[in-house]
């Protein structure tokens, strides 16, 4: 039994938030039934986003709503509030936020009281000053950028493929993705195998007039599976004749022009930029400690170094590594440690309201998986190395068993049966992205700026 009737408020809808909440309200069933505790979650969107299975959605091997888990469905006995935490007053316990209803309400943002707070708000792209960046590049953090993404891809082989103009058919077949991470190479891999598959639906384009790109500013690729591996990696995308470019910056893509470090320039209608994140502006909008990188200071516990009934893991959290032999090391923020620091934080919140002494967070790195497109993949899990089918194979199985609920487990299986059965889906529905565009020309309007004045576009 809690020693006092508690509130518990996490902050963010993503791995560390969805599992932390859903494991507290299992282990304070009995304290929610008798109202001796609440749990509210607070998230910009009611979902989570199985972020490794965006690649395989941007090449359409799965159907966009099975990527997302939704929170009201997974979180029965926890309250789920659309909206965001804009700040937070640690030492008055209330948090400042702002929801899809307090803008028509026009009462301005709202305090949220609250005893235990879970800092969860997760990670935004990191970008650079770079001309033309903000104008014209997508990143591939979310569902709809990777939706967004392939629907702007097979737009771009329709006008390449529809055009007399050989500078417009040649920028519109040329893709340019910056970083050379997992999101990046993953990203790049699966579209540049679905985008292959679908030339062979267009009478004058062929695979060849393709030209794929990858700007990496350091010397290797996918560095959590290895050096050999990363150049593995380099080897099989260049036999697939996407160039590879590594040292190598962008530096301008003003104008729809690519201009890279190296003095190449390309004309293109896409830039994907994947060259890493940064930690949430919320947390500099906090009282709690920061690291030099901007990340809250956490102890192995997984409490808020210094700040009692403040907790905090994943990408907003410098974790201490316990398990390594460099003292000083910090977990690395991805999901093989979020969703285990999860389960670390729960337990430890219930323990903390009852009394018990709080667990230290500690897991070995066991290793990393990759797909660069269908039967093709890279593997480096428990010292052992593969590459080719069984790396893919391995990326599908693992990703598989992690993704939440059984619910989504089967859909995204069935969907893989299935595509392993039927043709690829090579539809653009650009026109989801401004779905009054077309209502708006019909009612004698002007289309809104968003839509280009072309209704079906989706750039």
Known sequence: MVKERARILVVGGGYVGMYTALRLQRKLKQELGRGEAEITVVTPDPYMTYQPFLPEAAAGSISPRHVVVPLRRVLPHCRVVVGEVTAVDHAKRTATLTTLATEEEGTGPRQLTYDELVLAPGSISRTLPIPGLADFAIGFKTVEEAIGLRNHVIEQMDIASSTRDPAIRDAALTFVFVGGGYAGVEALGELEDMARYTTRYYHNVQPDDLKWILV????????????????????????????????????????????????????????????????????????????????????????????????????????????????????????????????????????????????????????????????????????????????????????????????????????????????????????????????????????????????????
């Open 216 to 459: 990496e500013a350091s010397d290797r690729i996918l560095p959590e599976v290895g050096p050999d591996l990363g150049r593995y990696t380099v080897s099989e995308l260049r036999r697939r004749n996407i160039d590879v470019r590594l040292d190598t910056r962008l530096e301008s893509c003003a104008d729809r022009v690519a201009v890279l470090s190296d003095g190449a320039r390309f004309p293109t209608r896409t830039v994907v930029w994947t060259a890493g994140v940064k930690p949430h502006p919320l947390l500099a909008a906090t009282d709690l400690p920061l690291t030099d990188r901007g990340r809250l200071k956490c102890t192995p516990e997984l409490t808020v170094d210094g700040a009692t009934h403040a907790w905090a893991a994943g990408d907003a959290a410098a974790v201490p590594d316990v398990t390594a032999a460099e003292p000083g090391s910090q977990t690395a923020p991805n999901a093989q440690h979020a969703v285990r620091q999860a389960k670390v934080l729960a337990d430890n919140i219930a323990r903390s309201l009852r009394g018990e002494p709080l667990q230290t967070y500690s897991h070995k790195y066991v290793g990393s998986v990759a797909s660069l497109g269908l039967h093709k993949g890279v593997a480096h899990v428990y010292g052992r190395k593969l590459k080719g089918y069984p790396a893919w194979f391995m990326h599908r199985a693992y990703h598989l068993s992690r993704v939440p609920t059984f619910n989504r487990k089967a859909r995204v299986l069935a969907e893989w049966t299935l595509s392993g059965l039927f043709k690829r889906e090579i539809v653009s529905l650009g026109s989801l992205e401004h779905p009054r565009a077309e209502f708006e020309l019909a009612a004698g309007g002007k289309p809104s700026d968003e839509s280009s004045g072309d209704p079906k576009g989706s750039s």
